[in-house]
T-cell receptor, first 114, second 111 residues
Framework: KAGVTQTPRYLIKTRGQQVTLSCSPI?????VSWYQQTPGQGLQFLFE???????NKGNFPGRFSGRQFSNSRSEMNVSTLELGDSALYLC?????????????FGPGTRLLVL | SQQGEEDPQALSIQEGENATMNCSYK?????LQWYRQNSGRGLVHLIL?????REKHSGRLRVTLDTSKKSSSLLITASRAADTASYFC???????????FGKGTRLSVIA
């Protein structure tokens, strides 16, 4: 099976812009989770989608949103970018749920906000 | 907020030596998982150990879990330069709550 893929791999944006990141899970996986990784805060959970519904949400402002499509592909959007949004954004998929089984991670999208 | 905390934050050893990393957590868990991350890349799953298990092995990896002390350890035996990476523990709680990751241990294996 193909692994989790994320596009784009690298992105440079300026403050105030918005960005959309994409994640394609492993075939058959219905759960997709998103994480933000920064040197200072480590891995912070953003949200989890399962069968097109947001099942869990982390402690991030409303500028961070996501969705999942019927083929389980997921997108996350960040509006009104701030310098502090510079980070590695990781998505992970699993068959049924984020906390109970192995998570398979994509390579990440590195976002730089100038 | 971080549930798991790894110790030490950084570890440097010679090739061939064993590396031990510890993880402590605060609340009851359903499972504990260890992941590896090579510089700036995605995480790779190493081992999942459930709360009713005490020890698991996978190749050169050995994970123990002590639920009474709320702690786990990851032992890498006969380490290699290719083991150089950051290692994270993550705790899975009950229900559909998401994994919570610690901040990781950065392991450097010197050839």
């Amino acid at each position: 099976k193909a692994g989790v893929t994320q596009t784009p791999r690298y992105l440079i944006k300026t403050r105030g812009q918005q960005v959309t990141l994409s994640c394609s899970p492993i075939s058959g996986h219905r759960s997709v989770s998103w994480y933000q990784q920064t040197p200072g805060q480590g891995l912070q959970f953003l949200f989890e989608y399962f069968s097109e519904t947001q099942r869990n949400k982390g402690n991030f402002p409303g500028r961070f949103s996501g969705r999942q499509f019927s083929n389980s592909r997921s997108e996350m959007n960040v509006s009104t970018l701030e310098l502090g949004d510079s980070a590695l954004y990781l998505c992970a998929s699993s068959p049924m749920g984020a906390g109970q089984e192995t998570q398979y991670f994509g390579p990440g999208t590195r976002l730089l906000v100038l | 907020s971080q549930q798991g905390e790894e110790d030490p934050q950084a570890l440097s050893i010679q090739e061939g030596e064993n590396a031990t990393m510890n993880c402590s957590y605060k609340t009851s868990i359903n499972n504990l998982q260890w992941y590896r991350q090579n510089s700036g890349r995605g995480l790779v799953h190493l081992i999942l150990i459930r709360s009713n298990e005490r020890e698991k092995h996978s190749g050169r990896l050995r994970v123990t879990l002590d639920t009474s002390k709320k702690s786990s350890s990851l032992l890498i035996t006969a380490s290699r330069a290719a083991d150089t990476a950051s290692y994270f523990c993550a705790t899975g709680l009950s229900g559909n709550t998401p994994l919570v990751f610690g901040k990781g241990t950065r392991l450097s294996v010197i050839a």
